[in-house]
């Protein structure tokens, strides 16, 4: 952070033509020399001299606080000494002088020396050169950011926005009349700032958990302020009480520099408050907590420990971890209120703020207090309008009273006196304007012995000033430190300074930074220390040389063990610095598709880890950097497209995977193409890359040729549900045996649990008994459903339809219960759909189809919408089959599809639903034809419930048409084969129908059918 200022003759032609050439050299040396004088007068270094301008820069060699009011004093010192100038020269030669002078501050590139006669270069010179040019004579025009670091203590006239050559924006401009004199401030180094004036909003909070504690109901607390204003400092304060009283607690901060996966902070916070709670000696916090009726502690704390508290992640979903998260809150709650607290939750990535607003709902009976802490401008913590108690706490600045109870402690010697006099802390005060931090920083640099003359009024150009000030190794290491991010561990700062000379100093600078008050030492392994504040990080990391950050960035992407998403964060970073400095060639293009690379490897581990808005986010800073000409464009490209429709972003994932077929079959990678065909197929199963069995079958070989296991996962899964579409589901549990191996080989949790749903689907429409099917189900989520709730979803859906089937419906619902909840939170679009066609077929079973009708209803909507075509059409006909169970005429909300175009097992169900509506409205012949072609399509499929439902359908058409013997022939067809599978409410049906036919007695209804 420099100021710059330009000083320039004015009609310097004209006085050549009236003055001797020799005099006029004389007087253009004696002008040069008044205006050196003024500017090195007050600490500034003039740079050069261009004809007759004066070019000179305050902030080089060294960074001063005040070094906007040194420049807009000489600027002032240089009119009145021309002034004194001309009036020598008036008498002397009979001419006088006149300049223009334009001033302006902000950052710069510099060299610190002046050797090659350019010590400052960048926009900040050049708009300063144009605001002298657009002055007046006489006259001085500063910038906006002058006029703001001079404060009050400047006397300026708005000159209004001025279009200056080579700028595209207006710059606002201001006339510098004078300057207000200054104060003095002496030495001092403050200790950890006191905690002052707060007992107010400390009591709030110690309420606010005492009446979770009295209720024993949840609250959600919002804790704002501006940045600096104390609201991490009043947490720590009654955090640290509440921690030595032993309570249970857990804290931690968003980031705002660094990547991580979303929900890092939480696994943070947790894991502090799972620390404490294990405290007492056991070996885990579980062990102490016996879970309550009805919760799972170990189900829970296994999910947490395998995603979340491993790496940030919501693995294996988010509603799973959400889920796991109110369970444990909830289990530790048992010991006594738990309070979660994070901070700078501006800085926290959507899912988290959309997850922490639903969190204390979830735990509306449990007395646990959620504190989150943040700017209110800036992202903000989370709101809920449904929240079980929601308040807010705002930090107002410090009274001026308190302000100079805080100045007079930070700076209190040991003997009662102050090291700063009462003038220059009463400055300080001034300045700060209430905000703790800023007066902390204030008078830190005061303290360490810069010019008492003024005090800057921006902490930015107080914490430039302090960091310029610093020892050449507390320099470095701070500067590392800020590459690293807000925290740092000693050992990566010493990374980044091997084989230089402050490599063996770096635990003494931190000492001094330590004392400094510029960073502190945070508890634990390894050693680590983070800056004071987040912007004192960022005033560090600005003051750092491009092409030295972009260095520093690619060597911590080459640290071993660095993740996937920091490693490309790291390389990213150092590729845009080399960009920004206009690099070109092979070096910058080689460091450009590393940086691709990265994000490619950092999105694929996020999406199988099913964290789709992460994956999503990094796939596209991937694709940023680069084009379809790029080797790793394809890959970037359909993992961003997957996400988008995983999401629920279809037409936008299925036109970028157009891009990729159209791409990769130019390029000849058959690989790539096979993935963005199958994925296509699927999407739109009647567009123009056929169906999903044909590119699976298609794309098969390549998957196998190229080692590719996910390949070879999704194609299998594609080929099952063929298999289960045509009613083979015995050929389907083959198909899917191989699936699930490739996806557990790539350890690619959407695809495992696609495999598995796959699996239990079959057992429940297969041939396999019903008993063995829930057998087989339970052994399923025994292996792979402990902490992966996708795979818990995906079996727990047909598992509730298969305890239906056999009459256990309070079983059933509950298993439907678990399912929507951890459902709900995965994040893939085409879930909401299951949820309601699962639990309609669940009341169906129970004998309410009225039940049933809106949940069907709900379904086909999410369907349409979604565009999701095949599962829109199976819950139309289980619509129209609902409608009939009450009587009631299908009406449009059965298919129009031809049934040329099912496969067995939906035709089957199709022309069996048309027969039923044949017959109901007295078309006997039609309705045999179409029972009969029921029952011939489901004679296809080895699936006992498809040719149970085809024949039971066509006992129903006869026992319409008063066919009884008929009729009690295919309804005892149809029972034989529900009690085959163990189906035991399609068995009481068929025998209700078989009961109700003897004799030619009238139809039953066919309330309680199953398809």
């Given at each position: 952070m420099?100021t710059?200022?330009f000083?320039?003759?004015v009609?310097?032609t004209?006085?050549s033509?009236?003055?001797?050439?020799?005099?006029?050299?004389?007087?253009?040396?004696?002008?040069?020399?008044?205006m050196?004088?003024g500017i090195e007068a007050?600490?500034g270094?003039?740079?050069?001299?261009?004809?007759d301008?004066?070019?000179?820069v305050?902030?080089?060699?060294r960074?001063?606080e005040?070094?906007?009011?040194?420049?807009?004093?000489?600027a002032?010192?240089?009119i009145?000494?021309?002034?004194?100038?001309?009036?020598?020269?008036e008498?002397e030669?009979?001419s006088?002088?006149?300049?223009?002078?334009?001033v302006n501050?902000?950052?710069?590139?510099?060299?610190?020396?002046v050797?090659d006669g350019?010590?400052?270069?960048g926009?900040?010179?050049?708009?300063?050169a144009r605001l002298?040019?657009a002055?007046?004579p006489g006259q001085?025009?500063?910038?906006?950011?002058?006029r703001l670091?001079?404060g009050a203590a400047?006397?300026?006239?708005?000159?209004?926005?001025?279009?200056?050559?080579?700028?595209?924006?207006?710059?606002?401009?201001?006339?510098?009349?004078?300057?207000?004199?200054?104060?003095?401030?002496?030495?001092?180094?403050?200790?950890?700032?006191?905690?002052v004036?707060?007992?107010g909003?400390?009591?709030?909070?110690t309420?606010?958990?005492?009446?979770?504690?009295?209720?024993?109901?949840?609250?959600?607390?919002?804790?704002?302020?501006?940045?600096?204003v104390?609201k991490?400092?009043l947490?720590?304060?009654w955090?640290?009480?509440?921690i030595?009283e032993?309570?249970?607690?857990g804290?931690?901060?968003?980031?705002?520099?660094?990547?991580e996966?979303?929900?890092t902070p939480?696994?943070?916070?947790?894991?502090?408050?799972?620390r404490?709670?294990?405290?007492?000696?056991?070996e885990?916090?579980?062990?102490?907590l016996?879970?309550?009726?009805?919760?799972?502690?170990?189900?829970a704390y296994?999910?947490?420990?395998?995603?979340?508290?491993?790496d940030?992640?919501?693995?294996p979903?988010?509603?799973?971890?959400?889920a796991?998260?109110a369970?444990v809150l909830?289990?530790?709650?048992?010991?006594?209120?738990?309070?979660?607290?994070?901070?700078?939750v501006?800085?926290?990535?959507?899912?988290?703020?959309?997850?922490?607003?639903?969190?204390?709902?979830?735990?509306?009976?449990r007395?646990?207090?959620l504190?989150?802490?943040?700017?209110?401008?800036e992202?903000?913590?989370?709101e809920?309008?449904?929240?079980p108690?929601?308040?807010?706490?705002?930090?107002e600045?410090?009274?001026?009273?308190a302000?100079?109870r805080?100045?007079?402690?930070?700076t209190?010697?040991?003997?009662?006196?102050?090291e700063l006099?009462?003038e220059?802390r009463?400055?300080?005060?001034r300045?700060?304007?209430?905000?703790?931090?800023?007066?902390?920083?204030?008078?830190a640099?005061?303290?360490?012995?810069?010019?008492?003359?003024?005090?800057?009024?921006?902490?930015?150009?107080?914490?430039?000033?302090?960091?310029?000030?610093?020892?050449e190794a507390?320099?470095?290491?701070?500067?590392?430190?800020?590459?690293l991010?807000r925290?740092?561990?000693?050992d990566?700062?010493?990374?980044l300074?091997?084989?230089?000379?402050?490599e063996?100093?770096?635990?003494?600078?931190?000492?001094?930074?330590?004392?400094?008050?510029l960073v502190?030492?945070?508890?634990?392994?390894?050693?680590?220390?983070?800056?004071?504040?987040?912007?004192?990080?960022?005033?560090?990391?600005?003051?750092?040389?491009?092409?030295?950050?972009?260095?520093?960035?690619?060597?911590?992407?080459?640290?071993?063990?660095?993740?996937?998403?920091v490693?490309?964060?790291?390389?990213?970073?150092?590729?845009l610095?080399?960009?920004?400095l206009?690099q070109r060639?092979p070096r910058?293009?080689?460091?450009?598709?590393?940086?691709?690379?990265?994000f490619v490897?950092?999105?694929?581990?996020?999406?199988?880890?099913?964290?789709?808005?992460?994956?999503?986010?990094?796939?596209?800073?991937g694709?940023?950097?680069?084009?379809?000409?790029?080797?790793w464009?394809?890959?970037?490209?359909?993992?961003?497209?997957?996400?988008?429709?995983?999401?629920?972003?279809?037409?936008d994932g299925?036109?970028?995977?157009?891009?990729?077929?159209?791409v990769?079959?130019?390029a000849g990678?058959?690989?790539?193409?096979?993935?963005a065909?199958?994925q296509?197929?699927?999407t739109?199963?009647?567009?123009?890359q056929?169906?999903a069995?044909?590119?699976a079958?298609a794309?098969?070989?390549?998957?196998?040729?190229?080692?590719?296991?996910?390949?070879?996962?999704?194609?299998?899964v594609r080929?099952?549900?063929?298999m289960?579409?045509?009613?083979r589901?015995?050929?389907a549990?083959?198909?899917?045996a191989?699936a699930?191996?490739?996806?557990?080989a790539?350890?690619?949790?959407?695809?495992r649990?696609?495999?598995?749903?796959?699996?239990?689907?079959s057992?429940w429409?297969?041939?396999?008994?019903?008993?063995?099917?829930?057998?087989?189900c339970?052994?399923?989520?025994?292996?792979h459903?402990?902490?992966?709730?996708?795979?818990?979803?995906?079996?727990?859906?047909?598992?509730a339809n298969?305890l239906a089937?056999?009459?256990?419906?309070?079983e059933?619902?509950?298993?439907?219960t678990?399912?929507?909840?951890l459902a709900?939170?995965?994040?893939?679009?085409?879930?909401a759909?299951?949820?309601p066609l699962?639990?309609?077929g669940v009341?169906m079973?129970?004998?309410?189809?009225?039940r049933a009708?809106p949940?069907?209803?709900e379904?086909?909507?999410?369907?349409?919408?979604?565009?999701?075509?095949?599962?829109?059409a199976?819950?139309?006909?289980?619509?129209?089959r609902?409608?009939l169970a009450?009587?009631l005429?299908?009406?449009?909300?059965l298919?129009d599809?031809?049934?040329?175009?099912?496969?067995p097992?939906?035709?089957a169900?199709h022309?069996g639903v048309?027969?039923?509506?044949?017959?109901?409205?007295?078309?006997?012949?039609?309705a045999?034809?179409?029972a009969?072609r029921?029952?011939?399509?489901?004679?296809?499929?080895?699936s006992?419930?498809s040719?149970?439902?085809?024949r039971?359908?066509l006992?129903?058409v006869?026992?319409?048409a008063?066919?009884?013997?008929?009729?009690?022939h295919?309804?005892?067809?149809?029972?034989?084969?529900?009690?085959?599978?163990?189906?035991?409410?399609?068995?009481?049906?068929?025998r209700?129908v078989?009961?109700?036919?003897?004799?030619?007695?009238?139809?039953p209804?066919?309330?309680?059918?199953?398809?």
């Amino acid at each position: 952070m420099v100021t710059a200022l330009f000083c320039d003759l004015v009609g310097s032609t004209e006085l050549s033509g009236v003055l001797e050439p020799e005099t006029l050299r004389a007087v253009v040396l004696r002008y040069f020399d008044a205006m050196r004088a003024g500017i090195e007068a007050r600490g500034g270094t003039v740079e050069k001299f261009i004809g007759d301008a004066v070019v000179a820069v305050f902030g080089v060699p060294r960074v001063r606080e005040d070094d906007a009011r040194r420049a807009a004093s000489a600027a002032l010192g240089m009119i009145e000494a021309l002034e004194e100038l001309n009036d020598e020269l008036e008498r002397e030669v009979g001419s006088t002088l006149a300049v223009r002078i334009g001033v302006n501050s902000g950052e710069v590139v510099t060299s610190g020396e002046v050797a090659d006669g350019t010590m400052v270069s960048g926009e900040v010179v050049n708009v300063a050169a144009r605001l002298e040019q657009a002055a007046p004579p006489g006259q001085i025009l500063i910038g906006p950011t002058t006029r703001l670091l001079l404060g009050a203590a400047a006397r300026v006239e708005p000159v209004g926005s001025l279009t200056l050559r080579g700028k595209r924006d207006p710059v606002s401009a201001f006339r510098l009349t004078g300057l207000a004199p200054g104060g003095a401030p002496p030495d001092t180094r403050p200790p950890a700032t006191p905690f002052v004036d707060r007992s107010g909003e400390y009591r709030w909070l110690t309420d606010a958990r005492a009446s979770v504690a009295a209720r024993g109901g949840s609250r959600l607390v919002r804790v704002t302020g501006e940045a600096g204003v104390g609201k991490s400092r009043l947490l720590r304060e009654w955090l640290a009480e509440l921690i030595a009283e032993g309570a249970l607690v857990g804290s931690a901060r968003c980031r705002s520099h660094g990547d991580e996966a979303s929900l890092t902070p939480l696994a943070d916070a947790l894991a502090s408050l799972l620390r404490r709670a294990a405290s007492d000696g056991t070996e885990a916090a579980g062990d102490a907590l016996p879970p309550a009726a009805g919760e799972d502690w170990d189900g829970a704390y296994e999910v947490l420990h395998g995603g979340l508290l491993a790496d940030g992640t919501p693995s294996p979903s988010l509603g799973a971890t959400w889920a796991a998260v109110a369970s444990v809150l909830a289990g530790l709650s048992r010991r006594g209120p738990v309070v979660l607290v994070l901070d700078d939750v501006q800085w926290a990535r959507p899912l988290l703020r959309d997850g922490l607003r639903t969190l204390g709902e979830s735990l509306a009976d449990r007395p646990v207090l959620l504190v989150c802490s943040g700017r209110q401008a800036e992202g903000g913590p989370p709101e809920s309008s449904r929240a079980p108690d929601l308040a807010e706490l705002r930090l107002e600045p410090l009274s001026e009273t308190a302000s100079h109870r805080l100045a007079a402690a930070l700076t209190a010697t040991a003997d009662g006196g102050s090291e700063l006099s009462e003038e220059v802390r009463r400055a300080v005060v001034r300045r700060a304007e209430g905000n703790p931090l800023h007066l902390e920083q204030l008078l830190a640099w005061a303290g360490d012995g810069a010019d008492p003359a003024e005090l800057p009024v921006t902490v930015t150009a107080v914490l430039a000033a302090r960091i310029d000030a610093l020892e050449e190794a507390e320099r470095a290491v701070l500067d590392a430190g800020a590459v690293l991010g807000r925290r740092f561990t000693t050992d990566d700062v010493r990374t980044l300074l091997t084989d230089t000379p402050h490599e063996g100093a770096v635990a003494g600078a931190l000492g001094g930074l330590v004392r400094r008050g510029l960073v502190e030492r945070v508890a634990g392994t390894p050693p680590t220390h983070q800056f004071r504040s987040g912007l004192l990080r960022d005033v560090t990391y600005q003051g750092l040389s491009k092409r030295r950050r972009a260095a520093w960035h690619e060597r911590l992407a080459a640290r071993p063990g660095t993740g996937a998403a920091v490693t490309a964060h790291h390389l990213e970073q150092s590729c845009l610095h080399l960009r920004e400095l206009g690099q070109r060639g092979p070096r910058a293009e080689e460091l450009r598709s590393r940086t691709a690379v990265a994000f490619v490897d950092a999105g694929r581990h996020a999406l199988a880890r099913a964290d789709l808005s992460w994956a999503a986010d990094l796939y596209e800073r991937g694709l940023a950097h680069g084009g379809p000409d790029d080797v790793w464009w394809t890959a970037a490209a359909q993992g961003l497209g997957e996400s988008w429709i995983a999401l629920g972003r279809t037409d936008d994932g299925d036109a970028l995977i157009r891009r990729v077929l159209e791409v990769s079959a130019a390029a000849g990678d058959d690989r790539a193409h096979a993935h963005a065909r199958l994925q296509l197929a699927v999407t739109d199963p009647e567009g123009d890359q056929g169906t999903a069995a044909e590119a699976a079958r298609a794309g098969l070989p390549v998957f196998r040729a190229a080692g590719d296991r996910l390949g070879q996962a999704r194609a299998y899964v594609r080929l099952a549900q063929d298999m289960q579409v045509a009613g083979r589901h015995q050929a389907a549990g083959a198909l899917l045996a191989a699936a699930l191996g490739h996806a557990m080989a790539a350890e690619a949790t959407p695809e495992r649990a696609l495999a598995l749903g796959a699996l239990a689907v079959s057992l429940w429409h297969g041939p396999t008994p019903a008993a063995d099917a829930v057998a087989r189900c339970r052994d399923l989520l025994a292996e792979h459903g402990p902490g992966n709730a996708v795979a818990t979803v995906t079996i727990g859906y047909p598992l509730a339809n298969l305890l239906a089937l056999r009459g256990h419906i309070g079983e059933a619902r509950a298993w439907l219960t678990t399912a929507d909840r951890l459902a709900a939170g995965l994040g893939y679009a085409e879930a909401a759909c299951f949820g309601p066609l699962f639990a309609a077929g669940v009341e169906m079973c129970s004998g309410r189809p009225e039940r049933a009708e809106p949940l069907l209803r709900e379904a086909i909507d999410r369907c349409r919408a979604l565009g999701a075509t095949t599962l829109h059409a199976s819950a139309s006909r289980d619509l129209a089959r609902a409608r009939l169970a009450r009587g009631l005429a299908p009406g449009s909300w059965l298919t129009d599809r031809e049934p040329g175009a099912l496969r067995p097992a939906d035709a089957a169900d199709h022309h069996g639903v048309r027969a039923l509506t044949a017959a109901g409205a007295g078309d006997t012949a039609l309705a045999l034809a179409l029972a009969r072609r029921a029952v011939a399509e489901a004679d296809t499929t080895d699936s006992p419930i498809s040719r149970g439902a085809a024949r039971l359908d066509l006992a129903r058409v006869h026992a319409a048409a008063g066919r009884g013997v008929a009729a009690r022939h295919a309804a005892e067809a149809a029972a034989r084969m529900y009690e085959d599978k163990g189906h035991a409410v399609g068995l009481a049906a068929a025998r209700e129908v078989a009961a109700g036919a003897f004799g030619g007695a009238p139809a039953p209804t066919v309330e309680g059918e199953l398809r």
